[in-house]
């Protein structure tokens, strides 16, 4: 959709802006609060035996980060128009996806942590948390890599005197189906089928 979609009163554009905008805010105020008020608990009871707690505080980081990108979608779905430039536009729209992801992975680490410990307990007892520190930094730099393809799909051509972003960005079309598929076949399997299997395994068990 154009810029030029946007000045005119399409009632489908009008009621499509309002409930992103309501959506949003509805989300915002609880997420934050609630983001915030974990993550205050977590490092505040760091020192507790918590085996998972560095996962948990990583959890709340991925979840913040997202949140705190919403009043600028709210703005822009309210006012129409995107005034923030394209790095902070395609900053939001990767930060989406990299909570997205990075929740999923750091949900799948605290199962299987929990798993492994309730199946080997005298291991857990000399598990040190600099290996969660370890697990979670390579998490981040995992996802982070492969949430990048998200904005540079989105932002090939979004120019920074661009007044739309988000949902309205032009994405860049592949030719190859093959490669479509392969691309999506591997991010529904690797961020949601696969972690799925494994939460529901470890919680069966």
């Keep these: 959709m154009m810029h030029s979609n946007w000045t005119c009163s399409d009632p489908n554009v009008t009621y499509k802006s309002t409930l992103y905008a309501a959506t949003y805010t509805i989300i915002f105020i609880p997420g934050l609060l609630a983001n915030s008020a974990a993550l205050w608990v977590l490092c505040r009871f760091i020192s507790k035996k918590n085996k998972a707690i560095i996962f948990m505080i990583n959890l709340a980081v991925a ?31 990767y930060l989406k996806y990299l909570n997205m992801y990075a929740s999923i992975c750091f949900l799948t680490c605290i199962s ?45 051509r979004l120019q920074n005197n ?5 949902a309205d960005l032009e994405a860049r079309q592949i ?20 972690p799925l299997i494994v939460i529901v395994f470890c919680t069966w068990e």
Excluded at 175 to 194: H, P, Q, R, Y
């Design 175 to 194: 030719e190859s189906k093959v490669a479509t598929v392969a691309m999506t076949g591997t991010a529904e399997l690797f961020g949601f089928i696969g």
């Design 63 to 93: 979840d913040l980060a997202h949140v705190l990108s919403l009043p600028l979608r709210i703005y822009y779905y309210i006012n129409r128009t995107w005034p923030f430039g394209r790095f902070l536009c395609l900053l939001c729209f």
């Design 112 to 156: 299987i942590q929990r798993y492994f410990f309730l199946y080997q307990p005298f291991k857990a007892k000399n598990w040190k948390r600099r290996y969660d520190i370890a697990i979670s930094a390579a998490v981040w730099l995992f996802v982070g890599a492969a949430c990048s393809p998200f904005p540079i799909m989105r932002g090939f």
């Design 162 to 166: 661009s007044k739309t972003c988000f």
